[in-house]
């Protein structure tokens, strides 16, 4: 979970041939994190569609502080009480060590500030933004939790 660095479950190539399929449009400019998981998809879409990519650490998934990286049984067995106050009040309260909601949404708030991203454009990014940025189009958190994010799926907002 977070921002840790880890293998996707396919191939990039694989990756790339999925996205470039599905794709309900053929974007003009790519923007993308620049974390792995996303930067390599993005530079493989990029590559296939002959479009320019730019990379912006505002789009990196939620910072999760001492818990990045592990799986939320993990957490629960290890440090089930903090765990569980954090997950009773994840609105209002910061994993150890890791970025506060409000935090979250204002990062990603200024990256739409200084990018309105235009509807010929993509981006590649992660589960944590996609909800943040439904939330800042108008949907509840709860809803914005509760809604799909599909594995190398495009998804449209309108902000």
Not at 20 to 31: D, E, K, M, W, Y
Request: proline fraction near 6%; glycine fraction near 8%.
């Amino acid at each position: 979970m977070g921002q840790t660095v880890i293998e996707t479950t396919i191939s990039g190539a694989e990756a790339v041939a999925e996205a470039t399929q599905s794709a309900p449009f053929r974007p003009v400019r790519l923007i993308s994190s620049d974390l792995p998981r996303c930067a390599d998809l993005a530079r493989g879409l990029a590559d296939a569609w002959s479009v320019p990519v730019h990379f912006d650490p505002r789009l990196r998934e939620m910072n999760f502080g001492e818990w990045e990286g592990r799986h939320y049984d993990a957490i629960e067995a290890e440090d089930g009480e903090r765990w569980h106050t954090w997950c009773n009040n994840w609105m209002t309260e910061s994993p150890p060590g890791g970025e506060s909601l409000d935090d979250f949404v204002a990062r990603v708030r200024g990256w739409l500030a200084d990018h309105q991203p235009s509807p010929d454009e993509a981006v590649v990014t992660h589960a944590g933004v996609i909800r943040v940025l439904r939330v800042l189009g108008g949907m509840t958190w709860n809803d914005a939790m509760t809604s799909e994010n599909p594995f190398l799926g495009w998804i449209e907002h309108r902000l």
